[in-house]
């Protein structure tokens, strides 16, 4: 073949590696392993766009590397297939989620194999397969039968819980539970009747059930995620979402909320990613202090606070509108404002009650608490500000030590007591006094801030209204959804109480059900199947949320197919840990907490060996769309039959509105007028208003996204372009973590590149050149340079400088008429990271025939050839270059002086004259002053 032809030669060397399973992977202790891991997709209907492989490029590019410098790589890929939209299309069309995610998975496959990655596809999981949720099941099955212990700061069977209750009772037992148990001896636990027992530990186990507040979209009859709520409406149909109070399982995960905050010192994690995760679980210490409500003793409301010195500052108490009290803590008077602002905070989600820190709202309970040290009636509120999940769901207000107390204060017209930092000096407090503006501080008075604090504290402790706390922004997570597509929950119910079913019965499969919508009583979707019970007892009718199926998969991709267990106990202590994982930072709060807290829980129990999963974490950037956009005349006769479209640089002459077009109707920003004609029905009659004969679009750049018409489809660049320049353009686009625009209009230089490397190999004739001649210094000087700069490159994950390099080497040697076999053979081993399918076929053409480019050894970097024989020196007379003298690159100071005082231009530019002073500057320049 003497002229590339990337159709043919993609497809010939992608059917060879999957007939001869080039990339299949086996545990091999003769070499070091490494593990490359990509966050796998969830497989949507519009298959993948050119943003999406991004990251799977550098993943691949890297895993290739690592091959060539003698690494066994594990480098697999797989789905992430149950999910709502899934679902949601199921519901409006009948059809199975199952079918339509395994059509979606064939469509990724095809794309994801045309672009040429080494994937293990023999590894595949899928996470909607019962085969592998099998597995999550089960962990789900462990934690439930887990609990953590805070003396050993671990989990632990739940056994051995049991073991201190039959000893000691709840003495000496330091437990991750519930806020309110049961406290009893050894001799009461004794004494328990087996039911009552097991219903104590429900109390104590890592996964339990509780009432807790979520996104509930009543149009869609489920519970959403933080992630699928968009603007107090639904990213999935734009329903609205109203906050709720449901029984659901929960996951302990704050039980691991400074093992997860530590664990981040031992991690090569970006800083932001890092600091996203300590903001999110938010560890503060303060004390809980109890306020007692006006003529309701026995009512007290708990707040969290970090700073109890300033408890006499406290001139309102603000609740959640979701908080159990509210009810009953409002007035007649107040009951129709309470009630209408409850009715619009549940229309927000948590998310955007947190994150909008401006908005200024409340409402009045008519009732009042008790300030427990200065003794002053403190009026109550509702604000949305306050989150019934956070702490426990009421804020002590002091105005003038917090900005958004202060808002609220100024806002609603509360009073706002000025307190003087406990640190100010008695002088400065007597003077306040004197102004008027100072409350007496009373016990703190003259305190530092620390001395201050134990005070109070100590005082909480003994008067039993408080005590010193760490708390955690982080709540227990939300582990269940009330949808159809998702792993159904181990677990069945009798009398009332939750049990596990048989570890020999799983996997639990889901069931048929004839409509994927909750029941007509508003049960969830799998109250529809049919004798769904375990021997006789209804099961949980709830599935497992998204993340569950993501908290664990890189195990099972190093024993896919293991029917006794998750992974062998020989794959988990070859394989280890991700070395290197790949993927976007809108998975920081999500994911990647969520999975860090399962591996460390899988480690308490014995199952796994490290604490963190994943060594290295890089967050690829984001390729955004270039929008093509045309002008429509504002108004113009017959301008719904007719409208009229003015071309990019006349578009100022008229009163025009922009539109964005489909991005495969344009080519250099020049519209294909036919094809857009026909796009859409209300275009057929379509007027243009041209410049040069030719309508040009405008562009903008934005996210890639269908609704913009700027997706493209990586299938038509390969099919164009081949994949080799489809990869390689990626890279060249700019640096991996960043952001830039997706532009295809650059792709021609990447294909130019591809080609003129191919002409290396053949002369002008099409003849194949290449011979076993010697190579000259100059081509191993091009050679040496790029094996340097792109190891380098790639080590410090810098792709699109590694393009410009093989660009530069390839004109190096082009300009050289390098047709030398053994220069030729080392650069194609180089580029075969980058440009695998092009590299086999010139690896063939080489004469190669046995073994492909992808068993090849790295080549070894000589530093020899890139030393210079001799350096050109630019000679200056009086700070002027008059000429140039190359001398050998290890001649010394005294003999180069020498040598050019000797020059024949040299001495006509000195003129007679006896230099004052000769510089030389090693391999810079020499001067010489007159």
Not at 660 to 679: G, M
Not at 718 to 740: H, I, N, Q
Request: glycine letters at 6%; proline letters at 5%; aromatic letters at 12%.
């Amino acid at each position: 073949m003497s002229e590339y032809n990337h159709r043919e030669i993609d497809k010939k060397w992608q059917q060879f590696w999957e007939e001869n399973k080039t990339y299949e992977v086996k545990i091999d202790h003769s070499k070091p392993k490494f593990y490359v891991l990509d966050m796998f997709p969830y497989p949507s209907g519009a298959g993948l766009h050119v943003g999406h492989p991004l990251g799977y490029i550098a993943s691949d590019i890297y895993s290739r590397y690592k091959k060539l410098k003698g690494f066994n790589v594990l480098h697999p890929m797989g789905f992430d297939s149950f999910g709502l939209p899934a679902e949601q299309y199921a519901i409006q069309t009948g059809q199975h989620p199952a079918i339509t995610t395994e059509a979606n998975i064939s469509t990724y496959i095809s794309q994801l194999k045309k672009i040429g990655f080494c994937y293990d596809w023999s590894r595949e999981v899928r996470t909607s397969d019962p085969k592998y949720y099998k597995w999550t099941q089960w962990i789900f099955m462990e934690l439930f039968k887990s609990w953590y212990n805070k003396d050993t700061d671990k989990a632990e069977p739940i056994e051995t819980l049991y073991e201190k209750f039959a000893q000691n009772g709840t003495k000496g037992v330091n437990a991750v539970c519930d806020e309110e148990v049961k406290m009893f001896s050894a001799e009461e636990w004794n004494g328990f009747s087996e039911t009552e027992q097991y219903t104590i530990s429900l109390k104590y186990r890592l996964t339990y059930l509780s009432e807790a507040v979520v996104n509930f979209c009543p149009a869609l009859g489920m519970v959403l995620s933080n992630d699928e709520v968009k603007d107090g409406v639904s990213e999935r149909g734009g329903y609205p979402v109203i906050q709720k109070k449901m029984q659901q399982w929960m996951m302990r995960i704050t039980a691991y909320a400074d093992r997860l905050i530590s664990g981040l010192t031992t991690i090569d994690w970006s800083d932001s990613l890092k600091e996203q995760q300590r903001n999110w679980i938010g560890r503060s210490v303060g004390a809980m202090v109890k306020f007692e409500v006006e003529n309701k003793p026995d009512t007290l409301i708990e707040v969290f606070t970090t700073r109890v010195d300033t408890i006499y500052g406290v001139s309102f108490m603000v609740l959640a509108p979701e908080h159990e009290w509210v009810a009953d803590l409002t007035t007649p008077e107040q009951k129709e404002s309470i009630d209408n602002y409850i009715t619009e905070t549940q229309k927000r989600s948590e998310l955007d009650r947190m994150s909008d820190v401006k908005k200024v709202s409340g409402a009045f309970t008519g009732s009042y608490c008790i300030n427990p040290f200065s003794g002053e009636k403190v009026p109550i509120w509702i604000a949305d500000y306050v989150l019934a999940g956070y702490g426990t769901g009421a804020v002590m207000g002091v105005p003038s030590g917090d900005q958004r107390d202060w808002n609220f204060a100024t806002h609603f017209g509360l009073p706002i007591v000025p307190i003087l930092d406990s640190q100010q000096d008695i002088d400065q407090q007597a003077d306040a006094t004197k102004e008027g503006k100072y409350i007496n501080s009373g016990m703190i008075n003259g305190l530092g801030y620390q001395e201050a604090t134990k005070k109070l504290i100590d005082s909480l402790e003994e008067r039993g209204i408080g005590k010193g706390k760490v708390n955690y922004r982080l709540r227990d997570a939300v582990f269940a959804r009330q949808r159809y597509w998702g792993e159904p929950v181990p677990v069945y119910f009798k009398d009332g109480l939750p049990y596990l079913i048989d570890e020999q019965d799983l996997p639990m499969i889901l069931p048929e059900i004839d409509k994927y919508l909750p029941t007509e009583d508003g049960e969830p979707p799998l109250g529809r199947a049919d004798g769904w019970n375990y021997k006789g007892n209804p099961y949980e009718l709830s599935t497992m949320p998204g993340w569950a199926g993501s908290s664990w998969y890189w195990y099972r991709y190093m024993d896919a197919h293991n029917e006794n267990e998750f992974a062998s106990k020989e794959a988990i202590d070859y394989w280890q840990n991700v070395d290197l994982y790949l993927g976007g930072t809108e998975h920081a709060t999500g994911h990647l907490l969520y999975s860090r807290f399962w591996n460390k829980f899988l480690k308490d129990r014995g199952y796994v060996p490290q604490e963190e999963y994943a060594l290295k974490l890089i967050n690829q950037g984001m390729i955004q769309g270039r929008s093509s956009l045309v002008y429509r005349l504002k108004s113009s006769e017959g301008a719904d039959k007719n409208p009229v479209f003015v071309s990019y640089n006349l578009k100022n002459q008229y009163e025009t509105t922009t539109i964005h077009v489909d991005v495969s109707l344009v080519k250099n920003d020049v519209l294909n007028i036919e094809k857009f004609k026909t796009w859409r029905p209300d275009l057929a009659n379509a007027e243009f208003i041209l410049e040069d004969d030719k309508y040009v679009c405008g562009s903008q750049v934005e996210k890639m996204s269908k609704r913009l018409y700027n997706v493209v489809n990586p299938d038509d660049i390969v099919e164009e372009y081949g994949a080799d320049t489809f990869r390689l353009y990626e890279m060249f686009l700019g640096p991996l973590t960043e952001s830039k625009p997706w532009d295809t209009r650059g792709i021609e230089g990447t294909y130019r590149f591809i080609r003129k490397l191919w002409r290396l190999f053949y002369d002008q004739n099409g003849k194949y050149s290449v011979t076993d001649a010697e190579p000259t210094k100059a081509e191993l000087k091009a050679l040496h340079k790029t094996i340097k700069k792109v190891s380098e490159d790639i080590e410090n994950f810098s792709f699109n400088t590694s393009v410009s390099t093989f660009m530069i080497c390839v004109n190096e040697l082009s300009d050289l008429k390098c047709s030398k076999k053994t220069i030729l053979e080392q650069l194609v081993i180089v580029l075969s990271a980058y440009a695998p399918h092009i590299a086999e076929e010139l690896w063939e053409i080489l004469g190669n025939e046995k073994g492909t480019v992808t068993q090849q050894s790295y080549p070894e970097f000589d530093a020899n050839h890139l030393i210079e024989d001799s350096f050109e020196y630019p000679i200056q007379i009086n700070g002027k270059v008059r000429t140039s003298i190359s001398f050998p690159a290890d001649m010394s100071k005294e003999d180069i002086e020498k040598a050019v005082l000797a020059n024949e231009n040299v001495i006509k530019w000195l003129e007679g004259n006896t230099p004052k002073k000769l510089i030389v500057v090693p391999k810079r320049i020499v001067n010489v002053v007159v």
